[in-house]
């Protein structure tokens, strides 16, 4: 299985997620430490 590396930030609850880039907007409750 192939990992993606995110690299992540959190900016007014929100997590940003950027990957090759594109970002993701996502609920920071909906993510986990191992996620990031």
């Known amino acids: 299985?192939?990992?993606i590396v995110?690299?992540?930030r959190t900016i007014?609850?929100?997590t940003i997620?950027?990957?090759d880039g594109k970002?993701?907007?996502v609920?920071?409750?909906e993510v986990s430490d191992?996620?990031?």
Request: hydrophobic share 40%.
């Open 12 to 14: 007014g609850g929100l």
């Open 23 to 25: 970002s993701y907007t």
């Open 6 to 8: 995110l690299k992540g």
């Open 34 to 36: 191992e996620a990031l």
């Open 17 to 19: 997620l950027e990957s």
């Open 1 to 3: 299985m192939s990992k």
């Open 27 to 29: 609920f920071a409750e």
